[in-house]
């Protein structure tokens, strides 16, 4: 069967888009062939910087012909008809179409047509043209004396020229004939361009492929990828040094050569001073080049100058640069695309030049963001506004970002406004945080990673065990310093260093290394696998900062709404989730929720400020306890340079909506994890865990709101309901709950409990429909069998153990205690027939019943729970 | 034409610069000089930015002294400055075998791409002050960024029709690297030695420190916002007073006030006295008299306008 080869030659393709690319075309070409009636063996594309190459195997000579059978009218339809329907089936005469009969409808035409196969030659003549000009490269231009006139071709670089042939492997192949905007299909392409300049006639795949491999051109990038790193290996590890490996970099190099020969260049020690992942970073980005780093033994080291780092002065982070395990060497590897005659001595050179003026910039970068800057006094204004240290270099890039006015949001004001607002909101989340389960690190959380010191962050700041007003402080500072870096020259330059060069700018500046910290930390954790941070200040700051997010876009309503999800609020609530469980943090979210919202009015006065407004009209001026306090009011949000509110929302609206998207969240968390579903649902169904830390809005604003019908969802209705609900708002203790019931759940009393209680539950549910009637309580005196009453004596019991372990927050004496339940359940349930004669005794017996369902609801609603 | 050896791009700046002329004078360019105006790069020239409009073809080749305030170093970082030249090539449209015709260039300057490695990198073009924006490459000799190579697509908010290619060499990194000179200053001028010799340096080492103590420390802010205002007034009215019915009279007055408007937005840049919010805002401006002049320029002769 016959092959096909298709090669699309042009100026240099971009790196990052050869391997899409190449991708696209197979299935363009392959999807065309099998629409048209062809079928294929196997296809595979291959790329360089200069072509797309398409090698399709086992391709079927010649489309099947196609036989159909249309139908027509009545034999006795007007002639009108009947000429239609020749004309649409492509007959002459109607004598050409066969007479077919139907019981009911009797007898009509209908045309036999055939469709003969086309040869394959024809259809890819057709097919490859239309790709060519349909291409979706991300970017296309126009070039040449073509583009005077519009429609002209469009290709990412100007397409120079186009290989097609095609032809059994026992045959002389063809050039299929085509042309696309004066470019003719043909056999013949180039090597490398400077190896090889001259021209390449081939016949298929195989000769094709040996012929550009000797014409210097590696047609497979996942070879030259190969070549390459070997290679790269190899020469670093014979100069005692090892290869920083880099698979996104490797991708793009061998998307620049055709022919890649790896060398090594070098450049003054001097420059290691910067910080390695600048070095990295400049020669990766403006280079594309490897950095290697000296080869050390792999074990040992790691400990060791975790050791040093401890016991090195102030800042040892930044003088262990040097000697830490991400310390580089002066070298670098690049890869050219030539052998050159003089082995690659002017090219390591040069680039060794460029490297070395690159590294420049990056040390005039890193020098300047630790110098004064030239217009301070302009900056006096925000400098007192945020309290800041005027003789200080990231206080004064703090100041400049506030004094620049850049914007956070157009709905949201500026960054400066958002620092003031996460700031605020850390001082006051530092206490609850320093105070729970201290130290944080080496929690209960170790599972997902929570107290893990050893990965990206080198400095473990001291614990911060029992301070809580020093980690106020330290939070505040370290909101401050915490957006700095934005406006450093570094930076600028590499956007994915920020948090990373301010706390590394905080340290020389001889900022508490908990502060230092929580300025690269408080980004973090960007999504499920990312570190956790665990200090004290880290934690805080990063609950704030995520809080001040998640508030402000329910504010103005813009959450995220499917797939679409912009500011990655999904990852926030994911990230204020892992923070909170991971370090036993119990933190009312309402409550914050309520700061946070209560905080956009700090901004009065500035450029952007939200005020508050009751329903009749009265502004909301003063702090805020809880939640409670601000569902009545609506707020208002105020751009001073617009005469109208930019949004006006009702609290009501958005606390509940943000607690649920919070407990969905917490659902896929908690999911990943591993745990059940249905007991996430049965304890969120429940209702909350331990004592509120919202108290109830209703009961504390007293009279004229107990009967109001104002829009409060269930769940924080159900704050004021009973003893232990809350607004499920603590996720830890909600996480707690799940991972007692689930243990529970694996004990034999677990599983029995929960099947008695199933039992009693749907015995219950079917009474309750039949409206049968079921006493308010249980009367202990219409209590005749022994099992019921020993039944009772024990619901008894087991309630109120299990309540007071609820109040003390252990959840597995709560389970210990309701456990005790099981055998009076089955005995109950094997003796005792409920449905007896006398009304009485058996509203009774449901009333029993319902306090099983009750005290077993304590912990979690059973019937949300499968088995 | 061969030059004598002191004026070998090898060892003399000036040798370099006719070398470049003398390749692309034979290729049919036109050999303009450098415009008497401060510009940021030798696209802001009207020989490119103008005549890259409309369907004449056009052929030129320059020099370009271009002003880049924020860069200056006081003359002490061996790489960068304010004030540095560029060797510009516009060629409407761009011919077929553009990238050889390159790597011409550099072969007779003494670039041999058997020895040094010559690679093109994507880069997409864009000047937001000029509207324009073009795909091409940064040409790489040894990783060294030594020229930008651009086919135009869109100049002044107005597609190119035909598209014009450009080359751009940066020549104080070019004569750096065929010199092997490490520090720009150190370049041979005038390709003699002994006493006979001028280095760059020699030349604008001076002019550096100067320039630098006046873009960073010293320009009038005041005077200069006022320029930008008078510029983009003056603009504007040499636009006005120039447009007739179907044709315009005064195309190159008007963009040279666009010229002065840019400048004077590089200089308030380096001033730090341009706001993030203010900064986007005043290349709008640029880019609104740059449009303006361009869609005046198709309505000339020189622009395609039809006697």
């Known amino acids: 069967m016959p092959d096909l080869l298709l090669e699309l030659r042009s100026e240099e393709i971009p790196a990052r888009m050869q391997r899409k690319a190449a991708g696209d075309l197979r299935k363009m070409v392959t999807d065309g062939l099998v629409e048209a009636g062809l079928t294929y063996d196997?296809?595979?594309e291959y790329f360089t910087p200069r072509r797309l190459t398409l090698d399709v195997r086992g391709l079927t000579a010649r489309s099947k012909d196609v036989r159909e059978e249309k139908k027509g009218p009545?034999?006795?339809?007007?002639?009108?008809?009947?000429?239609?329907?020749?004309?649409?089936?492509?007959?002459?005469?109607?004598?050409?179409?066969?007479?077919?009969?139907?019981?009911?409808?009797?007898?009509?035409?209908?045309?036999?047509?055939?469709?003969?196969?086309?040869?394959?030659?024809?259809?890819?003549?057709?097919?490859?043209?239309e790709i060519i000009r349909d291409f979706p490269w991300p970017k296309s231009m126009r070039w040449g004396a073509a583009s005077a006139k519009p429609g002209s071709l469009r290709w990412v670089r100007p397409l120079q020229s186009i290989v097609c042939t095609f032809g059994p492997e026992t045959e002389e192949p063809v050039v299929v004939d085509f042309e696309v905007d004066g470019i003719r299909a043909g056999n013949v392409t180039y090597g490398h361009r400077f190896h090889a300049p001259d021209a390449i006639v081939v016949r298929r795949f195989e000769d094709y492929a040996a012929k550009l491999e000797a014409a210097k051109v590696v047609l497979d990038a996942d070879r030259r990828k190969e070549i390459i790193l070997s290679d790269a290996r190899n020469l670093a590890f014979a100069n005692g040094l090892e290869l920083v490996e880099d698979e996104g970099l490797l991708e793009e190099v061998a998307g620049l050569v055709e022919w890649p020969v790896v060398l090594m260049g070098e450049f003054e020690a001097d420059f290691l001073d910067i910080p390695a992942e600048v070095i990295r970073l400049t020669i990766r980005a403006n280079q594309k080049c490897f950095a290697v780093r000296p080869s050390r033994p792999a074990s040992s080291a790691p400990q060791d100058e975790e050791r040093q780092r401890r016991h090195d002065g102030p800042h040892p982070e930044v003088r262990a640069e040097r000697a830490s395990k991400d310390a580089l060497s002066n070298r670098f590897i690049l890869t050219a695309n030539i052998e050159a005659s003089d082995g690659g001595k002017e090219i390591a050179y040069g680039n060794g030049k460029v490297v070395r003026a690159r590294l420049s910039d990056a040390l005039y970068f890193w020098k300047t963001d630790q110098a004064d800057l030239p217009d301070l006094d302009q900056l006096n204004a925000s400098a007192e506004k945020f309290g800041l240290d005027w003789k200080k270099p990231l206080d004064q890039r703090m100041a400049r970002l506030d004094h620049l006015g850049v914007t956070f949001h157009?709905?949201?004001?500026?960054?400066?406004?958002?620092?003031?607002?996460?700031?605020?909101?850390?001082?006051?989340?530092?206490?609850?945080?320093?105070?729970?389960?201290?130290?944080?690190?080496?929690g209960r959380a170790e599972g997902a990673g929570g107290g893990n010191s050893s990965s990206a962050s080198a400095t473990v700041p001291p614990p911060l065990k029992g301070e809580g007003d020093n980690v106020a402080a330290l939070a505040r500072r370290a909101s401050v310093l915490a957006k700095a870096d934005l406006t450093t020259e570094v930076v600028g330059e590499f956007p994915e260093l920020q948090g990373a060069m301010g706390r590394k700018y905080a340290l020389l500046q001889g900022e508490h290394p908990s502060v230092a910290a929580a300025i690269e930390e408080h980004w973090k954790p960007l999504g499920p696998t990312d570190r956790v941070p665990t200090d004290p200040v880290s934690a805080s700051v990063a609950l704030a900062d995520k809080l001040d997010t998640l508030v402000g876009f329910w504010a103005i309503d813009e959450k995220p709404t499917g797939s679409k999800d912009p500011y990655a609020l999904r990852r926030a609530a994911l990230g204020v989730i892992r923070i909170v469980v991971e370090n036993g943090v119990r933190l009312g979210l309402l409550h914050q929720f309520a700061n946070a919202l209560f905080g956009l009015t700090f901004n009065a006065g500035s450029r952007f400020s939200v005020i508050w407004k009751a329903e009749d009209g009265g502004e909301f001026t003063t702090g805020v306890d809880s939640a409670g306090d601000l569902l009545d009011y609506r707020f208002i949000g105020l751009h001073s340079e617009k005469s109208e509110p930019v949004f006006e929302r009702p609290a009501a609206d958005l606390i509940p909506d943000l607690l649920s998207f919070f407990h969905d969240r917490l659902q896929v968390y908690l999911r990943d994890q591993g745990a059940r579903h249905d007991l996430i649902d049965a304890v969120l169904v429940s209702g909350g865990a331990g004592p509120s830390s919202l108290p109830s809005p209703r009961e504390e604003r007293g009279e004229g709101v107990a009967g109001a019908d104002a829009p409060l969802s269930p769940s924080l209705r159900e704050e004021g309901k009973g003893e232990g609900h809350s607004a499920n708002d603590d996720l830890l203790m909600i996480v707690r709950r799940v991972e007692a019931l689930s243990t529970f759940l694996e004990t034999e009393d677990g599983k029995n409990l929960l099947a008695g209680t199933k039992r009693a539950a749907n015995i219950l549910a079917a009474e309750e429909k039949k409206k049968t009637v079921i006493a308010d309580a249980v009367d202990p005196a219409l209590l005749c069998e022994e099992a019921e009453k020993s039944l009772f004596a024990a619901v008894n019991q087991a309630e109120s153990q299990a309540a007071q372990a609820i109040q003390n927050e252990d959840f597995s004496a709560a389970m210990r205690a309701l456990s005790a339940l099981r055998e009076p359940v089955d005995s109950f349930f094997e003796r005792v027939l409920v449905n007896d004669e006398d009304v009485a005794i058996r509203a009774n017996r449901l009333a029993l019943l319902a306090r099983i369902r009750a005290a077993t609801g304590q912990v979690a609603d059973f019937s949300k729970i499968a088995g | 034409m061969t030059l004598p050896a002191h004026m070998h791009p090898s060892r003399s700046f000036q040798g370099l610069i006719l070398t470049l002329h003398n390749y692309w004078a034979d290729y049919g360019c036109v050999v303009l000089q450098p415009y008497d105006m401060e510009v940021g790069a030798g696209t802001f020239h009207p020989a490119t930015t103008l005549r890259a409009l409309g369907p004449k073809p056009w052929r030129a080749a320059y020099v370009q002294p271009s002003r880049r305030p924020k860069d200056g170093r006081y003359g002490e970082n061996p790489n960068r400055l304010q004030h540095y030249y560029q060797y510009q090539v516009i060629l409407k449209p761009n011919p077929p075998d553009l990238q050889e015709l390159y790597l011409g260039s550099l072969a007779a300057i003494g670039i041999d791409p058997l020895t040094h490695d010559i690679r093109f990198v994507e880069d997409d073009w864009e000047s937001p002050t000029l509207g324009a924006w073009g795909l091409g490459w940064e040409c790489w000799c040894d990783g060294m960024e030594v020229s930008q190579f651009t086919y135009f697509q869109q100049v002044c908010g107005i597609e190119c029709a035909p598209v014009a290619g450009e080359l751009t060499y940066g020549l104080e990194r070019l004569a750096m690297y065929v010199q092997?000179?490490?520090n720009v200053y150190d370049l041979n001028f005038n390709g003699r030695e002994g006493a006979e010799k001028v280095s760059y340096g020699d030349v604008f080492l001076q002019a550096e420190q100067e320039y630098s103590r006046h873009n960073f420390e010293h320009a009038d802010t005041a005077v200069l916002l006022r320029h930008f205002d008078d510029a983009e007034a003056e603009c504007q009215a040499l636009l006005k007073a120039g447009a007739g019915e179907n044709f315009h009279?005064?195309?190159?007055?008007?963009?040279?006030?666009?010229?002065?408007?840019?400048?004077?937005?590089?200089?308030?840049?380096?001033?730090?006295?341009?706001?993030?919010?203010?900064r986007?805002?005043?290349?709008?401006?640029?880019?609104?008299?740059?449009?303006?002049?361009?869609?005046a320029f198709l309505q000339t002769e020189a622009g395609g306008l039809a006697a």
């Open chain 1, 42 to 44: 196997a296809a595979r």
């Open chain 1, 74 to 129: 009545s034999t006795k339809a007007p002639e009108q008809a009947i000429a239609g329907f020749l004309r649409s089936a492509g007959l002459d005469d109607i004598s050409q179409a066969h007479v077919h009969s139907d019981p009911k409808k009797g007898d009509f035409y209908v045309a036999h047509i055939v469709r003969p196969g086309r040869a394959a030659e024809e259809i890819i003549a057709e097919l490859i043209p």
């Open chain 1, 410 to 442: 157009a709905k949201l004001g500026t960054q400066g406004e958002r620092v003031e607002r996460i700031a605020r909101l850390a001082e006051e989340i530092a206490p609850i945080v320093a105070a729970s389960t201290s130290p944080l690190r080496g």
């Open chain 2, 180 to 182: 092997g000179v490490d």
């Open chain 2, 249 to 278: 009279r005064m195309v190159f007055p008007a963009y040279d006030q666009c010229i002065k408007a840019s400048h004077v937005f590089n200089l308030l840049d380096a001033r730090g006295v341009i706001s993030v919010t203010e």
């Open chain 2, 280 to 295: 986007q805002s005043y290349i709008l401006r640029v880019r609104d008299l740059a449009k303006a002049c361009g869609v």
